[in-house]
């Protein structure tokens, strides 16, 4: 008597492996997901780090010279408000680089004016924000003590300034 072999070897089902593709795109998801957030936080970290460079080097200018870099009448500077860009370079704060920094941190952007570091001075007093026009990450908003809240910049900046400035 002879018997077929049966198939020894069973291929996947079509559910299977419909199965194992869905299994790989929530795990991509996943992965994606944390990544973004991942990037922001480290993001909002370099930017804290940022500033507080600066704010450290114009504390030092102010010891030196008795104020701090005034913006007024400054070339390149919009009310008062001076932003680093391609063309402005180090100098968004006058006199601070490269005698008290180095080099001016900056934001990793090519729209300098819609994401960017921003400094104003009266001389007296000053403010160095974090601008972004089309709103900040959640992560950079949510619990941040110096986020501005006046009206104008609630939820576009956050930043430091002298005790009395009182420009938001």
Known sequence: ??????????????????????????????????????????????????????????SLYHVDNGSYPSTVGQPGCTNGWCGWDQVTGNSFIPGLSPQYAATLPQMPTELAANDTYLYQSNGTDYQLIRFRAAGLPTIETQNNPLLATTEGYNGLAWGYKTNSGGWW
């Open 1 to 58: 008597m002879i018997h077929k072999r049966a198939n020894q070897f069973r291929g996947f089902t079509i559910v299977e492996l419909l199965i194992v593709v869905v299994v790989i795109a929530i795990l991509a998801a996943l992965v994606l997901v944390t990544y973004n957030s991942m990037q922001a936080r480290a993001s909002f970290s370099r930017s804290q780090s940022d500033l507080k460079s600066i704010t450290k080097a114009l």
